[in-house]
């Protein structure tokens, strides 16, 4: 109630000028026309403003372009949802595209749920396509899947690059954590509002076509994104074990990147950032268990200059 648009599309930008265009171009093409699209521009200096300042006055949609100094994506994430006027928030990166008939797919499997009901869903998310028009990952046990993702990662063993949206109002509860340095891994947030019981429903319909682009998240060393890395690794340990039957070698991973990250960590002299404590001697065995693992990856990481 209340939203000018049911979607935000919103889109996080650094210096991504050469693959811009992708973006406004699916947009333009999509068969749904309620929704706004929403730049938050995190210190660009390639002539994204110029560029996106002339589809402003061309666009056959709401546009808005908002600036800051350079941060980081969950930064622009956090101020994307503050400022969002659409029920729903699409996050679409600034080197992908989505189809067509994506936000009429997305609208419509939000439709299908009961308005009774939807006050416990969080999330419509569906699959991405390679641009030749493979799936990227795993599909769901089924096209129409109501579980969580928590359940959909462990459980079922569903892996890949998935998409769709949020509800605003919820995301607004659930801000990524600004203090800590560099990448946070999207599901501490996600798995987060999963454990407050909302339901995502899952489908089996593409989406987002996913990009891989030069230059992105993944390809930055170890040491700059230790801190989101820990916290995710000793989140497993300290929230998740339940699920160590369905997945063990996730969690025996998570034991040493733990340790990884810590010792990363430590050589910068920095602590973790208040993570939740381990408790309990299951995830105490399983971080000694795979401390020697633990080291080895650290000492490979400073071979390696990470």
């Known amino acids: 109630m209340g939203h000018a648009y049911l979607f935000t599309v919103f889109t996080p930008t650094f210096n991504r000028v050469h693959t811009l265009g992708r973006v406004y171009a699916s947009l333009r093409a999509q068969t749904c026309t309620d929704f706004e699209w929403l730049i938050v521009d995190d ?5 994204t403003e110029a560029l996106v300042r002339g589809w402003m006055a061309e666009a056959p949609f ?22 969002a006027n659409g029920e729903l928030f699409v996050a679409l990166d600034s080197d992908d595209e989505m189809p067509a008939d994506a936000l009429a797919i997305l609208a419509q499997a939000w439709e299908a749920i009961e308005p009774s009901a939807r006050a416990r869903y969080s999330a419509i998310t569906g699959l991405c396509a390679r641009p030749d028009g493979t799936v990227v990952g795993d599909a769901y046990p089924s096209d129409v899947f109501d579980s969580s993702p928590i359940d959909m990662y462990f459980r079922h063993d569903v892996h890949g690059e998935k998409f769709g949206f949020q509800r605003t109002d919820v995301l607004a509860r659930f801000p990524f954590p600004e203090h800590i340095q560099g990448f946070v ?10 454990r407050e019981g909302y339901a995502t429903r899952f489908i089996n319909r593409v ?10 998240l993944s390809g930055e060393s170890a040491r700059s994104n230790a801190p989101g890395l820990y916290l995710l690794a000793n989140e497993l340990l300290a929230r998740y074990l339940d699920w160590f ?7 025996l991973l998570a034991a040493a990147r733990r340790t990884r990250f810590g010792l990363h960590l430590g050589a910068q002299g920095r602590r973790a950032a208040s993570p939740q404590g ?29």
């Open 207 to 216: 989406v987002r076509y996913y990009h891989d682009t030069p230059g992105a």
């Open 43 to 47: 210190g660009s200096t390639d002539g």
């Open 245 to 251: 039957r369905w997945r063990p070698r996730e969690f």
């Open 278 to 306: 381990l408790s309990g001697i299951k995830a105490w065995a399983l971080v000694c268990l795979m401390w020697p693992l633990g080291v080895a990856l650290y000492l490979r990481d400073r071979l390696r200059g990470g």
């Open 185 to 194: 891994p999207e599901s501490l947030v996600w798995w987060a509002i999963a």
């Open 62 to 83: 709401p546009l808005r372009y908002l600036t800051q100094d350079h941060g980081h994506k969950k930064a622009a994430f956090n101020r994307g949802v503050r400022e």
